[in-house]
């Protein structure tokens, strides 16, 4: 008795070792490759490598929009700056497009009449579809950096291409880097 018990025992073992194997394989063993391999003009950030929407479809380009190659929709640029721990800022500029659906009460004024910088939200979709998917354009300046000069020249739905660093601030939000560092590429706002 006391060795048929010995032997079950052993066979429970052996079944409890390899299914925690397995559980260790599954966990550690199947770890996705990252998306993007690391700055530099030899391993460029290729956003067909960065997942797919998580959230609506993005609205499509407007035509005629000047959108260079790899430039990024808040989707792909949230799949980024997410990697960033409070404080970090990626290290290459991005190109980033997206809609503008909110301009921020407390910055956005003041910073346009006072500064010359804009700050405002972008989402991927124009519809208020993807709101909770959203970037902050941080005291961005105008065309080539340059500082806007009329509060007309930024409304919310405007498509708008944003050139810059981006940085985790205190895990609260994603936005560029503020003070004009980063600037609208391009926006189909007539006043632009």
């Avoid at 998306?35 to 380009?61: F, K, L, R, W």
């Avoid at 640029?77 to 500029?93: F, N, Q, R, V, Y």
């Avoid at 985790?168 to 006043?191: C, H, L, M, Q, W």
Wanted: charged content about 20%.
């Amino acid at each position: 008795m006391k060795n048929e018990f010995n032997h079950a025992s052993a066979a429970m073992r052996k079944s409890l070792f390899v299914v925690i194997a397995l559980v260790v394989v599954a966990m550690f063993g199947c770890k996705e490759k990252p998306y993007i391999q690391g700055p530099g003009e030899s391993n460029p950030q290729i956003p067909d490598t960065i997942p797919a929407a998580v959230g609506p479809m993005p609205t499509p380009d407007p035509e005629g929009a000047d959108v260079p190659a790899g430039c990024l929709d808040v989707y792909q640029a949230l799949s980024i700056c997410k990697k960033l721990k409070a404080g970090e800022t990626t290290e290459d500029k991005l190109y980033v497009k997206g809609w503008i659906y909110e301009l921020d009460s407390k910055y956005h004024e003041n910073g346009m009449n006072n500064f010359g910088n804009a700050t405002f939200y972008i989402a991927p979709t124009n519809d208020g579809s993807a709101n909770q998917f959203s970037i902050e354009a941080y005291q961005v300046n105008g065309r080539n950096g340059q500082r806007f000069t009329s509060l007309e020249q930024v409304k919310v739905g405007d498509f708008v291409v944003i050139y810059g660093q981006f940085t985790n601030y205190n895990n609260k939000v994603y936005e560029t880097v503020g003070r004009g560092a980063a600037y609208v590429y391009y926006s189909n706002n007539p006043n632009f």
